[in-house]
């Protein structure tokens, strides 16, 4: 073992080379423990000062006490140096700044035709109809025979049909539900019958897919002024006032009578020559309807003898058409946000 002075020449280069690496708070308890500890390299070395010359003990004692006061003052800086770092990485990692303004979150709206399917679902429910569905893929019977439309019949043509490969078909109107209803619940029946329909068509005011309301009320004695004071109300309703309605004559084969409801134009109510809702005429088209075919009641095992019914249907897409405004039903279906954020309701 060297003299004093090289003892603490020692200890003093070690030290700083420990207290260099040492850079967190547990590693320089560990030099600690290492030089200043009861068992460390200054202790030791302080144990050995009854051993020297008596004479050389005061200078020895001084050295040695300087150079413990010189590691406690370093590591006592380190560690508060450390715990500042430490305590400074926390706050970054955990800062919270309470005055900053909330993130905005894009809210969704409803589609325009679902909110219409909604809001006339609403009003024919609060007058008793339950709603119905039924398959989008059919078969012959129920989007053609069962509603009096027999193989040949001219009205086939009428309704551009998309045929699958197996012989089914895409519906080309809501009414198949009409007999798959009666055949299931019978008679008497309110229902109404919202959903997709589709047809060979497109263009400015015709999409290949579009949605139906159809709407069936069976039950005994049963007349056409049931059917016009429901479709009024309904129309009353929807477009937010009272509308003049009137109906003209027309052709479907299942119903008997049939006609076409038209109510007051929603935009000019008849007096703008030029208005491109009404396109002048004052009115607009809203509903096919009828009383019941006889056929359409039997096909759906319901005796035309006791009860008979009147139906209609309109088209949904249509009846936003109006209620915006729009004269182009393809922006229903084109996705631009734009659009939908400004018609859509949020709710
Ligand atoms: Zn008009």
Known sequence: MGSIHEEVERIQT???SELSSAGTLDALQGVRVRFLGKKGEVTSLLKRLGSLPAEERPEAGRVLNELRDLIEEALSRRTEECAGVQVAAREAGEWLDVTLPGRGRPWGAFHPVAQITQEAIDIFVSMGFSVAYGPEVEDDFHNFEGLNIPPHHPARDMQDTFYLENGLLLRTHTSPVEVRS???WGAPLRIIIPGKVFRR?????????FHQLEGLLVDENISLAHLKGCLEAF???IFGRQLAARYRASYFPFTEPSLEMDVECVACSGK???CRICKGSGWLEIS???MTHPNVLMAGGIDPAR???FAWGMGLDRIAMLKYGLNDLRVFFEGDLAFL??????R
């Open 235 to 237: 129309a009353n309703r």
């Open 288 to 290: 096919g309807m009828g």
């Open 341 to 346: 954020n400004s018609k859509g309701e949020r």
């Open 14 to 16: 070690l030290f700083e």
């Open 201 to 209: 068509d497109s263009d400015q005011t015709h999409s290949p897919m």
């Open 307 to 309: 009860y008979n019914g």
């Open 182 to 184: 009666m055949r299931r």
């Open 272 to 274: 703008n020559p030029s």
